[in-house]
Structures are given as structure tokens and as C-alpha cells.
């Protein structure tokens, strides 16, 4: 943080955060936010299907089931697409890591980042364990960790120089779930938010960009960190206060808690890989339907973007974090196949000789126009060189899938369908469906979807 300051007792604005966390109800919150934050589970859900076949998920479940398990009298849960039992800090681990290997998940384009990644599985794991939990007030417990980690998000992105990955803020609204599912009093939640503010991974997204590998966005930490930090906290561990809150140059982030939804105001990821490469992807389809175009076609592909984006890794990768941080990859991936989904992120594309061929005939350049409308927008243009000589192109495009227009329900459901269906079936697919989009309805189970989630694919 930009300042220092000492705040022995809690500050005027911790409590009104508190109160926030505490008392929302399901009631409270809009139901076009109740429904879209039910969507968003139904995405998360998918994306942690797909990412089963990654062998970042497999080495997560393992080591947690192995070396984060619940001691003796500890709570327990189970986990997600494999069913033994680990602690809750493992169990978010676990989950979190998986999501955060397939970069397909909902984000936020203020933050940088990502929140349900961390968000999910702090709730699954916590919602296991507990004896009844409907799906009103789970999902009101998930939008409450939404309007908590972005705003903390925002706050340290001001205050602080270095580009951090989701994790450094995501275990703030974890704490915010647990505060609710394990009934935290005020003074608790105050040691919880501290400890996990300390503790949470302030990494550098930008060296995990330039060497891509299974850390991904730091996500993987943020959540077992958020539910580490409540667990220390009920046992007396002492940590606040949490500067991206209680401290002064923090105040602009609070100031609409509870006025603002900034859960409807996030994307859908509708390719997975970096949402810097989404609009060179989106205008390269586009001239491909346009112009009925195959890879023979195609002599050559300029990439027009903001500088974050061109940053992003421009060679054949050699592994599935480096298509995921690429643009050039998926761009030609696009232009190739029609489509960029789990297959074109995985090892058995990465011989493909016309993605290999489109990749190598890439120019990526930063647009001005682009740059200056970051991080408001993710812009992007894609021009090519026909092998008929024809130069055709697209102008500047903001990425698809929100938030402006918002994403569409049945355009995350499609998408829910894609991930999930290779996966676990047809059958199942369907049922996690049913029960996610039900959990708005008075009587839902939350922990009769989590039941759905269990068995391995």
C-alpha cells in the first residue's frame, strides 16, 4: 500500500464490509444477479470438467489428497471429478488449480483477473462439509465473494506498482464465503482478512506470461489461502487489519459495496486461452466465415492489439500453458480449424501442420487505439494475405463475451455444453445442468449439485 497507517481497533469501513458479507441475503440481491451468478457456477462447473484431461488437475487432486488431508477432528470434503477426502484447504487447492490450468473462467476486465476461479472452490469445499446449505444462500455467498474480491482487486491495483496475479486479492472474498458458511463473528473476520491479504500470492503475472507453466494466474494459492487464513483465524491467529480495506487509500474500492453488482459486470471466456488473445481470435473467425476461407487460403496474418496482448507467446507451443498464453497459436488455430476450444490448447494439436504453418506466417504489431482503450477493452484486429492476393480485414473489435453486451445465457449454457459433454456424457451433462440452473429456486440443494460433481469422469 501507498501509506501507512495503524488501526488497533477496526475501522469505520470494516464494518460496513461486515455487515455486508454477514447479512446479504438471497433476498437482497437482485435476481438478475442471482441468476447470472448462477450461470456462472454452471460455467466454472465445465470448465473444471475439461481441465480433468490436464495433467496440472491430475497432479492437484493427488497432491492433495495425499498432503493436504483433514487431521483428526478437522473438517473434510470431497474431491471434485474424484472423490477422496481432503482438508478444505487442500480441497480448494485442488479445484482451483484445475480451473486455473484451463484459462476458460469467468473475469473481470477492471481487476486484471480473475475471482470465480478461487471462488468455486472455496465454496464447494466449504459447502461439503456443511449440514444444510440451500441454493439461494449458496449463490449468495458466492456473489458476496465476487463483491469482495474485485473491489480488493481494484484497491491494490492502485496502490501498489507491480502487475499481480488474481490470487493476491481472490483469497479476500474466499474469507468473505467462509465468514458466512462458518458463521465468523465480526472480530474473527477481521484477523482473517488480515492474514490472508499477508498471505495471499502477490506473484508477477507478466513473468508467468513471458515463461508460461502450471502457476498460471496464482489461483491456485489464493484459495486454499482465503480458507486457510478463516481456519487460523477461528484458532486465535492474529493478522489485521487488511490494508485493501481498512486503510484510507483503499476507501474509493468500498464506496458502492452493496449499490454496485460487479458480478453481472464480468466475461465469459469463450475460448481457453488468455482473454488478451479473445478479439484477434473473434475477427479471425469472422473472416473466415466471411470469406469461406480454409488454411490453403491463407499466405500470411497480421495481429493488430494492445501491448499486453502482443506480449503473449507467438511460437508453436510445446505444452498446453503455452498455448493458453499464446496469440499467434490461437489466432491460427482459428483460421485452421474454425474453432478454438480444449482440443486446440492440448498436446495432440501442437503437431497440426497448418496451425504450425499459420503460426510461423504471423505478425503481431501494437495498435495505438488498442492500447489506449486497455484495460477498459480487449481490442483486437486480424488482417490476412489470400493466396490469390487479395488482402481482406476487420477493424478494431472488443473480445466476445461481455461485458458489454452482457454474455448470454444460452451462449453460456452452449459453452457449459462443449466443455462438459466430452467429458462426463451426454446424461450427466444434463443432470449438473438441471441442478445448477435450479439453484435460484426456493427449496434447491447446493450440496445435491456438489453430489453430481463427484465421480470421476
Known amino acids: 500500500m501507498t501509506t501507512m497507517q495503524s488501526w ?27 441468476s447470472f451468478a ?28 495425499m498432503h493436504w488431508a483433514a487431521g483428526p477432528g478437522a473438517p473434510a470434503t470431497r474431491l471434485l471429478f474424484d472423490g477422496r477426502a481432503a482438508s478444505l ?7 482451483a488449480t484445475a480451473l486455473d490450468n484451463l484459462d476458460a473462467h469467468d473475469g473481470w476486465q477492471p481487476s486484471k483477473g480473475h475471482a470465480g476461479a478461487a471462488l468455486f472452490p472455496a465454496l464447494a469445499a466449504l459447502a461439503d462439509s456443511t449440514a444444510n446449505l440451500s441454493g439461494r444462500d449458496a449463490l449468495a455467498s458466492l456473489v458476496v465473494g465476487y463483491e469482495i474480491a474485485y473491489r480488493a482487486s481494484v484497491a491494490l491495483h492502485a496502490t501498489t506498482a507491480d502487475y499481480h496475479t488474481s490470487g493476491a486479492w481472490n483469497a479476500l472474498g474466499c474469507v ?67 490494508a485493501l480495506i481498512e486503510f484510507d487509500d483503499a476507501a474509493f474500492a468500498w464506496a458502492d459495496l452493496g449499490a454496485a453488482w460487479l458480478t453481472t459486470e464480468q466475461y465469459i471466456k469463450n475460448y481457453p486461452v488468455c482473454r488478451w488473445a479473445h478479439a484477434p ?9 466471411e470469406h469461406t476461407l480454409t488454411a490453403a487460403d491463407i499466405v500470411a496474418v497480421e495481429i493488430d492489439t494492445f501491448a499486453f496482448s502482443a506480449a503473449l507467446f507467438q511460437g508453436v507451443p510445446a505444452n498446453s500453458p503455452a498455448a493458453q498464453y499464446s496469440l499467434a497459436w490461437p489466432v491460427a488455430a482459428a483460421l485452421a480449424r474454425g474453432h478454438v476450444g480444449v482440443e486446440e490448447v492440448t498436446e495432440a494439436s501442437f503437431i497440426d501442420p497448418d496451425i504450425i504453418r499459420l503460426t510461423h506466417a504471423t505478425k503481431v504489431r501494437i495498435d495505438p487505439a488498442a492500447e489506449a482503450a486497455y484495460p477498459a477493452q480487449r481490442l483486437g484486429r486480424v488482417a490476412l494475405t489470400l493466396a490469390d492476393g487479395r488482402r481482406v480485414a476487420t ?35 444434463a443432470a449438473i445442468e438441471r441442478a445448477a440452473l435450479a439453484l435460484t429456486q426456493p427449496g434447491s440443494d447446493f450440496k445435491a449439485l456438489l453430489d453430481l460433481l463427484i465421480d470421476p469422469p
Open 89 to 95: 484447504p487442500g480441497a480448494a487447492f485442488a479445484l
Open 281 to 289: 481470435i473473434d475477427t479471425a473467425l469472422s473472416l473466415r466465415a
Open 176 to 242: 468473505a464465503i467462509a465468514a458466512r458458511l462458518r458463521a465468523l463473528p465480526p472480530a474473527v473476520l477481521r484477523e482473517a482478512l488480515g492474514i490472508a491479504e499477508y498471505h495471499a500470492p502477490r506473484s508477477q503475472m507478466m513473468r508467468e506470461i513471458a515463461n508460461p507453466t502450471m502457476l498460471h494466474d496464482g489461483t491456485a494459492w489464493g484459495a486454499p489461502t482465503g480458507l486457510a487464513s478463516a481456519l487460523l483465524a477461528e484458532s486465535g491467529f492474529t493478522g489485521a487489519p487488511a
Open 395 to 429: 477493424a478494431l473489435r472488443s473480445a466476445s463475451g461481455g461485458p458489454i453486451p452482457p454474455p448470454a445465457p444460452a451462449d453460456i449454457i452452449a459453452k457449459y455444453r462443449a466443455f462438459t459433454t466430452p467429458v462426463l456424457g451426454a446424461e450427466r451433462t
Open 38 to 65: 448462477a450461470h456462472l457456477v454452471l460455467d466454472l462447473i465445465g470448465v473444471a470438467a475439461a481441465a480433468t484431461k490436464l495433467h496440472a488437475s491430475t497432479i492437484a487432486r493427488n497432491h492433495a489428497a
Open 8 to 34: 488497533p481497533e477496526p475501522s469505520p469501513r470494516f464494518a460496513t464490509v461486515a455487515a455486508f458479507i454477514a447479512d446479504t441475503t438471497a433476498d437482497q440481491i437482485p435476481a438478475p444477479v442471482l
